[in-house]
């Protein structure tokens, strides 16, 4: 389930990064970076499990939905606090 | 059980390779002030940069993951950290899982990089040409 959620919120964060390319100070290429290694990796996973006999894509597991919410609240926590760090934590140019 | 890991070690390794490169790139920058330089496939982004776009990855990666690790209980705040470090069996299978499953996870990363780093450059490579034919137009 929460690959799936990764993916849907790769897929979103990739087409807000395309349609905002303009304003380099959302960052959200790293928002799209984020969701989609966490994609990737999960993909990895889905196919070692399927490999070793276990479904694919598996709902019956009661904690899958607090990882679900942990991936977007999680990555988005993070791009918001990257963003704001990149944004303001640049060091200022000395005045001539 | 600790497949993330494998990124985790990856992201240092990168975040150090980034900072000798970007070391390397002032040292350059400094040597060929005000040279012309010709321009090749891949020449407008800097190693640095490249790299830096690879750690992030990784670094992001490994974190959603580490979350996922906690929600399960394989990881915990307190030594060892890792549940399966507590059992000799439950260990041997964990460091399986990490040279198969988390191995798999960086070499897929990698890739992706590599390929998103080829498609950037192709891009920035087909503008460039572009812009080449245009001023040859305008100057014939």
Redesign the interface.
């Known amino acids: 389930m ?1 690959f799936l959620t ?1 993916l849907v919120c790769t897929i979103v964060a990739g087409v807000l990064f395309v349609f905002f390319r303009d304003r380099k100070g959302l960052h959200l290429d ?1 928002l799209t ?2 969701f ?3 994609t ?6 889905c196919i ?1 499990g399927a490999i070793a006999g276990e479904p694919f894509l598996s709902f019956d597991d009661p ?1 899958d939905g ?2 679900a919410l ?2 977007l609240l ?2 988005i926590g ?1 791009w918001l606090v990257v963003a704001f760090v990149m944004n303001n934590g640049k060091k200022e140019t000395p005045k001539e | 059980m600790a ?2 890991l494998v ?1 985790t070690v990856a992201a240092i390794g990168v975040t150090v390779a980034q900072k000798v490169a970007l070391k390397s790139e002032k040292k350059k920058a400094e040597v060929a002030e005000g040279e012309i330089k010709d321009y090749k496939f891949g020449c407008e982004t800097k190693w640095s940069t490249r790299l830096k ?1 690879l750690a ?3 670094y ?6 580490a ?2 690790h906690v ?2 209980g394989e990881v915990v705040p307190y030594p060892p950290f890792l549940t399966a470090a507590a059992d000799a069996a439950d260990a041997a299978e964990m460091l399986h899982e990490m040279s ?2 988390g191995v ?2 960086l070499a ?2 990698v890739a ?1 990089w590599g390929f998103g780093v080829f498609l950037w450059d192709f891009i920035k490579y087909r503008k460039h040409k572009k812009q080449q034919k245009l001023q040859l137009k305008k100057e014939a």
């Open positions: 929460y990764a790293f970076i984020t989609g290694a966490a990737l990796m999960w993909l990895v996973d070692a904690q607090w990882i942990w991936t999680g990555g993070l | 497949c993330f990124s776009y992030t990855t990784l992001t990666g490994s974190f959603l993951l979350g996922e929600l399960h198969t499953v798999a996870m897929l990363l992706a």
